[in-house]
Nanobody
């Protein structure tokens, strides 16, 4: 098991920025961020492999950046040019599996943080 603790959510106006952080009890091969808006399914936002390979959902490409500090076991999500449709609860996730490629498939991630709320107003 991996314990995950997110921080950094909040309220911001459209066009603003936020940085989410997630401290993990240990590093894993695949880590990432999911989000869930009211009335919608959870959506994989970004993921990062232990060697630094990243991927993003199309809706956040060019605006969000996922990164990781392996020495501090900390995952980040820098969110710029935020839009009202980015409003959601954001979850840090980690996988204890060893896939060749990480992805945003929800079944891959068996460890979830409690979530941090991001609200973007227009």
């Amino acid at each position: 098991q991996v314990q995950l603790a997110e921080s950094g959510g909040g309220s911001v106006q459209a066009g603003g920025s936020l940085r989410l952080s997630c401290v993990a009890s240990r590093n894993t091969r695949c880590m990432g961020w999911f989000r869930q808006a009211p009335g919608k399914e959870r959506e994989g936002v970004a993921d990062i492999r232990s060697d630094g390979l990243t991927s993003y959902v199309d809706s956040v490409k060019g605006r969000f950046t996922i990164s990781k500090d392996n020495a501090e076991n900390t995952l980040y999500l820098q969110m710029d040019s935020l839009k009202p449709e980015d409003t959601a609860m954001y979850y840090c996730v980690a996988s204890t599996y060893f896939p060749a490629v990480c992805s945003n498939h929800i079944a891959l991630y068996d460890n979830w943080g409690q979530g941090t709320q991001v609200t973007v107003s227009s």
